[in-house]
């Protein structure tokens, strides 16, 4: 009997109690998938917890993928790059914790296998955590140039300076948002920021509908949110005739890897997918 759960603030809007419930179904196992809602001042005590009643694992969340890195005994290679962890392993012998970070794989396999990165440009909106993962994931699949567009330049600074130093193959370029005019030289524009998400600017763009049509025919949308599961800025891109992809699919596939951590099986993504358009 497996006992996982997930830990973030806020946490009534995840979907991921459903999709791992789904996955450990598909591999006969016996478990439960709890929604362990955790506001910052509590994660000392949530830790104590979780060790205390024999949890196989967890997984995390915003605002904690970053401040549970102080309670990690070791890390995969992703998350410590990354500087967080998305997946969490306890030692069934002396409970120790065990980091992972699976948003690298799960924002990988959503890619269509017949696009090909390589020695091509990606343009990322936002710098925030979830661009970490991506810029990892775009970083092995080949890309040349990364163009990220941000808010504040000043508070993207660091960011900028680290993913220079991790990825110095690459040609790395940041820009206010506000001065974006054309992404005619880009192959793949990913959305990491929340705007277009369900009850935060979800009727709005992170850029505006003329910017997208400078983009060449043949290129990609990807935006990492998933609900909902086609945000303004997809339905704009397919009208344009753009290939798009939601952040569903990344979801599955990181919450497909972080079974597979904890259980040693990898469960069927289709099932996990099913579950997941139901609870939508």
Known sequence: ??????????????????????????????????????????????????KTNN????????????????????????ADIAGCANTIKIDEKDKSFHGYNTDVTGFQKAIPSDFSLKGKTAS???????????????S??????????????????????YFREKFPQIKINVYQIQVLETL?????????????MRSKAMNEMPVSTEILSTMKKD?????????PIKTKLLEESE????????GLDMLIYQGAKALEIWTGKYPDVKDMKIAALQAL
Do not use: C, W
């Open 1 to 50: 009997m497996y006992k996982l759960g997930l830990i973030g603030y806020p946490l009534s809007h995840s979907i991921s109690g459903v999709i791992q419930q789904a996955g450990l179904k598909s591999l006969n196992l016996d478990g439960s998938y709890e929604i362990l809602e955790t506001p910052p001042e509590d994660l000392i005590n949530r830790i104590k917890y979780l």
């Open 55 to 78: 949890y196989n694992g967890f997984n995390v969340t915003i605002p904690l993928k970053v401040p549970i890195a102080l309670f990690l005994d070791s890390v995969d290679k992703y």
């Open 124 to 138: 990322i909106l936002g710098t925030g955590g979830a661009a970490r993962a991506v810029t990892i994931g775009i």
């Open 140 to 161: 092995e699949l080949g890309v040349k140039q990364i163009d990220y567009y941000t808010r504040n330049i000043i508070n993207s600074s660091e960011t900028i300076k």
């Open 184 to 196: 005619s030289d880009t192959d793949i524009l990913i959305n990491t920021t929340p705007i277009g």
């Open 219 to 227: 290129s990609l949308v990807y935006d990492v949110i998933y609900n």
């Open 239 to 246: 009208k344009l005739g753009l290939r798009t992809v939601n």
